[in-house]
């Protein structure tokens, strides 16, 4: 099946990212940052009582979001602008919209040098942004493979890894060279990308095979595969389990991380797509494109605990837990 047009929102039937799912800060996240397409907006989400304490307007059909390594500044890609947006968490407005080319929608964050890396679904390239004097200044490009899409950097800031859509793998990157290391095939049109937390292994989640990939970073290669469900996009992990988002079943993927084998499905909203867990790992929340909802799921008991209404088309593709 072809892919959606990555530049818009529910009404475009656009594409989606996803990246690291890194968080930090509390234990239990206190708010999602959710990236609203359809309606041109962030919505900052209270998770205590599962109310949006504010919409931040972000033209350009707001897509992936990555946050900075203190946690005050998200960083929000605008496929249709096309560029990215720089939003102040604390005082929640946009602070500036800087301009990329071609179509910005997978991003990530350098935990250790907070660079900025902005993935040109067009083009076979990342873009690299740093902070500079109080603004996010565009400071070249990293050659990939093709289309793309999810993000992730390891724990010590050196190496990046992305997803390459059509390429049918994940380029490793050295942050410091800007030169890709290793190239590693996996299953078809990987699309979300994240890391445990030691930063040994990655997961991609296969939109077209309908798996997810286990790679051994140290060895550089795919080590397994696990089922999924239908058009998988973003995986996240909690404890010693792996949670995949499967969009077009309305499901997600629930696996081992031991034994790496398929353990239970969890029935969400329409078109579930982005996913993160709370620090503790006790949490974990899911962005519902279709029904405008955050799923919240019990990480231990694997039950859906309560959906909270948030703006038409939510992403939150990436790093939108804080």
Do not use: C
């Amino acid at each position: 099946m072809a892919p959606r047009n990555p530049t818009g929102g529910r009404r475009r039937a656009g594409l989606l990212l996803a990246l690291s799912l890194w968080t930090s800060g509390a234990a239990v996240a206190a708010e999602a940052i959710v990236t609203a397409q359809g309606d041109d907006r962030i919505d900052v989400v209270d998770l205590d009582s599962g109310k949006v304490l504010a919409e931040i307007p972000v033209a350009g059909s707001p897509a992936g979001i990555a946050l900075s390594p203190d946690r005050r500044t998200a960083y929000v890609t605008r496929p249709d602008g096309p560029g990215l947006a720089v939003i102040d968490l604390d005082q929640r407005k946009v602070t500036s919209l800087p301009d990329l080319p071609g179509g910005p929608l997978g991003i990530g964050v350098n935990p250790r040098t907070g660079a900025v890396y902005a993935a040109d679904w067009y083009a076979k390239r990342v873009f690299v942004l740093v902070p500079r004097d109080d603004r996010l200044a565009r400071d070249g490009e990293i050659a990939t493979g093709a289309s793309p899409s999810g993000i992730a950097v390891t724990p010590d800031g050196r190496t990046l890894l992305v997803a390459n859509r059509e390429g049918n793998s994940v380029s490793v990157i050295d942050a410091e060279t800007r030169r890709q290391t290793t190239l590693i095939p996996v299953g078809e049109h990987p699309f979300g990308l994240t890391l445990d937390p030691d930063g040994r292994r990655a997961y991609t989640a296969n939109v077209v095979s309908n798996d997810v990939s286990v790679i051994d970073l140290a060895e550089g290669r795919e080590i397994a595969r696990i089922p999924a469900g239908e058009r998988p996009y973003v995986v996240a992990l909690a404890g010693g389990r792996g949670f995949v988002t499967n969009q077009y079943a309305g499901t997600v993927s629930v696996f081992d991380r031991t034994t790496l084998k398929a353990l239970a499905t969890i029935d969400v909203g329409d078109h579930p797509e982005g996913i993160a867990a709370s620090r503790d790992g006790s949490r974990l929340y899911v962005a519902n494109w279709g029904s405008n909802t955050l799923s919240v799921i019990d990480a231990a008991t694997l039950k859906v605990l309560r959906e909270i209404k948030v703006g038409d088309g939510p992403r939150a593709f990436g790093d939108f837990l804080r």
